[in-house]
């Protein structure tokens, strides 16, 4: 598949999605995002030149790019992300310092469970988990509950798909992890043990909103010899406290018509709030 | 200025930026977003569609879209944010803890000051400022110390530019400002009073990178009896400390080849950081 084999079929709107996909790491060359994003070197500096003159990418003194804070605020913007966020930060900062392990809030993305937050204890590695990391979705606990919630057609095409085999742990038979997952439904929680990495288990639970959809996954990932019976409880606990506080922050939003999770608006006005 | 006046000198990257500029709040219809980026709505449709996708955008149950996680998690990617966030939070809690007010970082981002990180004391009001929120660089006391510190063509354009006058007591008068931004850099700190809200003022300090390059500017949002003097040292010790914990993070960059501060890679691998 080379660059211009590709470039023949696509939009200009795919391939400015492509190039920002491509910018996943801090100071990158001009060339090395042309070949992450699989486009010809002078499309990916046209593309490169307008985001940085709109602010979405910056430059560094080495001449290099990265995301800039143009993107990161519109990021910022969308509202399911901070108010999932707001909502579980009290129940994950309790499970982190109860565990000293890292807790992390994921939600379904694409065909992987992202990391929306994460807090991480005493005892964990502080690039265990990273806010904007990605899990699978048959190996991480996290991943299994967001599953074991999708449509059938779904859980069908990640079952029916490339189930990588990430430890010799890892469950990849389309049926036993069928299995699993109406497990994970049942209990309303998963416990996951080596499987994504060894050495290394997790635990999580469901996150429901209002009208009692899962819209996310709170757990832990611990060491592999953890107690997982004695964190299950704990992990659904979490889970409870964070769709209270969602349940909360909805009804702030009717109240407010959504004044507390909207962004400024862009130009400076005296329609502003009270700042300063 | 029409759509279509517009629309012809515009190219698809134009398009698309500008529509996600227009993303500026949650559950827009269709003809809002439209109506708000200045474009078709045949070409809004178009783009919107790809970014609905591409998972940059979603959609709900009522057909409005806001944006969505996938550009949330590339927002996420802006490493330069991150870092001056983790490393203001603890200063930002004290400040919002001591004064019961908010708290904020800000960077100089196109005209304005973009507000990274915000701490609300449980005397502020929750809405008072908002992560993604904008403040003026003339009225407000993180604006002034970021101006100050700009280029001079930059302060130039600016003071010689549409300075709003928000309240009675906003300067807008060239070289008045131009005075209060040598005293900014004199005393290494701006205070505002009423400037920008009535009833509210403001303090706010440099934060310098280790190159000694101004890269944010830390301050708080008081009522505008507050004794300003008495708080001018606690902002510019948040500041100090500020900087001190962004060198470590730039030193612990450099240790790390980045890998402290990256996201993990878009697909799952064996490569993946050791997380559950």
């Not at 904007?132 to 449509?151: I, Q």
Request: proline share 4%; with cysteine; hydrophobic share 40%.
């Amino acid at each position: 598949m080379t660059g211009n084999a590709r470039e023949a079929g696509r939009s200009t709107i795919d391939r400015v999605l492509t190039l920002l996909e491509a910018l996943d790491q801090p100071q990158l060359t001009l060339t090395e995002v042309a070949t992450k994003a699989d486009l010809p070197t002078s499309t990916a500096s046209r593309i490169l030149t307008a985001l940085e003159q709109w602010g979405g990418v910056s430059r560094g003194t080495d001449g290099t790019y990265e995301v800039g804070y143009r993107l990161w605020e519109i990021g910022a913007r969308a509202s399911k992300a901070s108010v999932l966020r707001e909502a579980s930060r009290p129940a994950l900062a309790q499970l982190s310092a109860r565990t000293g392990e890292s807790a992390q809030l994921a939600v379904l993305e694409g065909g992987s469970a992202l990391i929306v937050e994460c807090l991480a204890g005493q005892n964990a590695s502080p690039i265990a988990t990273r806010v904007g990391g990605r899990l699978p979705l048959h190996a991480s606990a996290a991943g299994r509950v967001l599953l074991s919630y999708a449509d059938a057609d779904f859980i069908a095409k990640v079952l029916r798909g490339n189930l990588e085999r990430l430890t010799p742990y890892t469950q990849i038979m389309p049926g036993r992890l069928a299995q699993e997952l109406v497990a994970a439904r049942r209990r309303g929680a998963a416990a996951v043990q080596e499987e994504m990495t060894l050495g290394r288990s997790s635990v999580a639970a469901p996150v429901r909103d209002r009208s009692g959809t899962v819209v996310a996954a709170l757990g832990v990932v611990v060491t592999s010899n953890a107690d997982l019976d004695r964190l299950l409880p704990q992990v659904r606990l979490g889970a409870r406290d964070s769709e209270r506080r969602l349940a909360d922050a909805d009804s702030q939003k009717w109240v407010d018509g959504h004044s507390a999770i909207t962004s400024a608006p862009p130009r400076m006005s005296a329609q502003l709030e009270p700042v300063g």
